[in-house]
């Protein structure tokens, strides 16, 4: 297999697209906003990470082989699940996306609606992986299989993306320090 | 589109049975890695949680070919004449940890021009910029995995690192395969690089085998006769294994 190195500070010149940060173009019906900053272990902001987003559509579904049950006739087999977005000099990021569905799995449980998200920055040699869970999902979340799997409720904390005033969420992401953001062994 | 989110569509088959990646082990770098500083704040502290597979994971983006142009796979053409420097063929296969090639994946590169130099306002490299060279590139896999740039050779380049560092001359790769858990950023190395040994970012890989996957052969065969050097390199993702209930 072939190992990761590090993004370094000038993916900028190549990964960021125009409508990245789109998942679906704004001003869609139900679209949501996402926005945070990224941080390093000092508290200063990182303004050299890329973010990446993938996810299940409303419907709950995959426009992908591997998901067996396919994409639903006719809904929303265009949807793209997927974002990316460098962050901006104040370590700030923005995905306009649409809030997935819940998910079933293998054993039976259920999935809470979530959003992989992947990290990269100069002084990180492979990404990190977290995930942005729903704040309005009480229910939902407090059965999801890996939230469960996170005992520490601080911790868990970090996953959850917080609503602003302006009905944007916001999930800022901590890579070090006291408020160090969960992140998965994928 | 509303938002309309039924637990009906859970309904539609009986058993999920999905795929299930290898997860390699020792294989890419420590996130914690002193020799090259920009990791001392940047790494998590607290252990990485384990993340089942499920269809979040075993899904992911499959980019496609409307994302290319005709000139993307050669650097070469992008501009009104040609860059500066040694031309290069570069060719390989993306393949999983199985053997298997990757189709109608997606790559990105970016590199620096022969003289060393990014295209970036952040670079402070004083070595000349080429009007001739932008140093990006997309390609899509074909049906046997293969893929092919035609480029110019990068040049190495000093960074604040440590006294007198250098990065040996390297091309940036980004790749998705076909899951999430296949994606994979990384470097292509040059062989014979003297500066190889001494850079913390490739020696941060801890494996020398593995480190000696990261760079090119030269080949002959690929060479073409008064034209350019030809370079092979195959990516290898993580494999699949069979189809496990987990």
Redesign the interface.
Known sequence: ???????????????P?PDGPFV?ADG???AITIVGRMY???G?V?P?GLV?T???G???????P????GA?PGG?YAF???GRCPTAPDGSYRIVT??P???????GA??AP?L?V?V??????????T?LYFPDEQTANAVD??LC??SEPA?RATLIAVPEPEGELRFDIW??GER??????? | MTAEVSTTAFTGTGELVLPSYERPSGLHPPLDFAGYRSTVLRHPKRPLVLLPHRLTEVTGPLLGADLITATDSDLTMQHAGEPQGQRIILAGRVLDSDGRPVPDTLIEIWQTNAAGRYRHSREHHPAPLDPNFSGIGRAITDAAGRYRFITIEPGAYPWGNHHNAWRPAHIHFSLFGRAFTQRLVTQMYFPGDPLLPLDPIFNSVPDEKARQRMIADFSMDLTQPEWALGYTWDIVLRGRGAAVFE
Do not use: C
């Open positions: 297999m072939t190992p990761s190195q590090t993004v370094g500070p000038f993916f900028a010149m190549r990964l697209w679906v869609t019906p139900g390093d272990g000092a200063n990182i050299d990446e993938w996810q299940a409303p419907d709950g579904r995959f426009a992908h591997d998901d067996p049950r639903t929303y793209r699940g997927f649409l809030k569905g819940p998910l079933p799995t293998p054993d259920i999935e979530h992989d992947s990269f920055a100069r002084g990180l040699l492979d990404r990190v992986v995930r299989p890996v799997s996170i911790r890579l070090q160090e953001t969960v992140f998965f062994d994928v």
